[in-house]
């Protein structure tokens, strides 16, 4: 691990640009691969405050991280969201500012969010087709999903992306479906393997299926692998000369996934989360109450960065303490 002139690394040589905030645990939606029954309130809901919010990613910034997504749960629901947004904007450093949603309310709140210092956008998006899309949420919001992401590109938003997670039913048989979404959109679609968790043993062994189905798929139809981004994240995206946007795969699964790992996490308690599949964290909220705190909070990351492993056991399945994809951020 080491601290040099605004480069975080970790033991392993990797650099850590990027930073994934949880700033709520809380979910309205009732996806069968995470929440199925719904969230679930246990204890008090003390998540980050804004003031917290802005030191903390200060300190991160001054680390050389300049890269932040907000997360959740569902990040949106919260009532103090777009002051978040710009919080996290107002920091000398950061250049991107991204959320990841459900994309609930997203054609109406769009604006205020891009006003505020949203540069780009992550929307959940598991189905085109407006039945399935209602089985696997539990809402009925398919339509204004789409209208929302439609309304972001318009908007002009350096990057929107469309997350789907990978599942057995709706795999190969809705590709030709999203190829002709993107064909005029400018928008990424990436499908995220279904992952193990403390919760869903049963539903993952029921519906996983490999990112191979796709990487096959898009090779029989002269998809080619695009360039990676240093600050990007774990996904690999595919271009078509006949298409506007890209089509893309997460595979933790993959072997090396986790060796170009360059993000952190921090849940919306305000613990430093090394591995989403790890165990435990670095808790980091007492350094949060003041300005004057900065060069403890500092010092408190990069001593936590030696606890980062080389990578994730979810092939030994076992996917740490994470109960649920909702509880940090995904």
Known sequence: MAYDAGHLTDDFGRRFRYLRLSVTEVCNFRCTYCLPDGWKRQGPLSFLTP?????????????????????????????????????????EG?????????GWNLHKR??????????????????????????????????DVIRGIDDAVAAGFQAVKVNAVLLRETAEAGFDDWAAFVRDRPVAVRFIELMRTADNA?????????????????????????????????????VHPDHAGRLGLIAPYAPGFCDSCNRLRVSARGQL????????????????????????????????????????????????????????GG
């Open 94 to 102: 950061v250049e991107k500012v991204a959320v990841t949603t459900n």
């Open 273 to 328: 989360r090394l591995c989403l599949f790890g165990q435990g964290g670095v808790v980091l909220r007492d350094l949060l109450q003041a300005d004057d705190q900065m060069p403890e909070l500092i010092a408190r990351i990069t001593s936590g960065m030696s606890g980062k492993q080389s990578g994730h056991q979810l092939a030994r399945s076992d996917p740490g303490d994470l109960a649920n994809l909702a509880a940090f």
């Open 51 to 91: 003031d917290e919010i802005a030191r903390l990613v200060a300190g991160f910034a001054k680390l050389g991280l300049a890269k932040v997504r907000l997360t959740g749960g569902e990040p949106t629901v919260r009532r103090d969201f777009t002051d978040i947004v710009a919080r996290v904007a107002a920091n």
């Open 202 to 238: 049963d539903y993952f062994a029921a519906h996983h299926v490999g990112g191979q189905v796709l990487r096959h798929w898009l090779d029989a139809r002269g998809w080619t692998p695009a360039h990676r981004p240093a600050d990007g994240g774990p996904a690999q995206e595919y």
């Open 110 to 143: 769009l604006c205020d969010w891009q006003a505020a210092g949203l540069t780009h956008l992550n929307v959940s998006l598991d189905s085109l087709d407006r039945d399935t899309f209602r089985d696997l949420t539990g809402h009925d919001r398919c339509d």
